[in-house]
């Protein structure tokens, strides 16, 4: 049995999908819930679910060690980051390595890195007239969205689509595709 733990800032839509995708699951268990704000309905949503939460500060996170302490206490194997904003902590880091994916909301390389996030990306993808837009799971390091790409899928962008409609686009294709690409990697762990 492989336990995973779900790092997430707000609505938690992508992590919904992987508690429920796991829920039957023999072998892998989501099993903590991590967020950095207290009122992300992300918790309610572990809490329904019976997933340990736990809420981060911004000192213990980036002061301390003792995430780390805790993960081991309770032999996380794997780190899924669904719409976690705060970067990765170096210890973070070199504990988890290829143990640990974000998923982003366009195709990495273009339209990452600091402040790229949520709708701003989608703004940019319309604003630059892009034909696709898609996305991207990838192995997480110290800068934002630089981490080794695991994954993409690409969804077409038609003239009229507003940046919501590829929001929206994009969205269903995360939904559609994170979970059983993080059961793939942690499959692979065991190898
Ligand atoms: C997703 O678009 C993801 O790509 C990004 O944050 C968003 C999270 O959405 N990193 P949700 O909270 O899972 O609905």
Known sequence: MANIAIF??????NARKIIEYF?????????????NKATAPVLAL???????????????FYETEELLESLKERD??????????WLIPEYL???????????????????G?????GMHVHRAVKAAGEAVSGITIHYVNERYDEGGIVFQAACPIDPEDTPEDIARKVLQLE???FAPVVEELVRNLNE
């Open 93 to 111: 880091v070199r504990a988890f390595g290829r143990r640990m994916v974000n998923i982003h909301p366009a195709l990495l390389p273009k339209y």
């Open 175 to 177: 939904h559609q595709h």
């Open 23 to 35: 829920k039957e699951n023999a072998n892998i268990h989501v099993s903590l819930v991590v967020s």
């Open 46 to 60: 572990a809490e329904e679910h019976g997933i340990e939460q736990m809420v981060l500060s911004r000192r213990r």
């Open 76 to 85: 996380i194997r794997f780190i899924v980051l669904a719409g976690f904003l």
């Open 113 to 117: 890195g600091k402040g790229m996030y």
């Open 8 to 13: 997430a800032s707000g609505t938690g839509t």
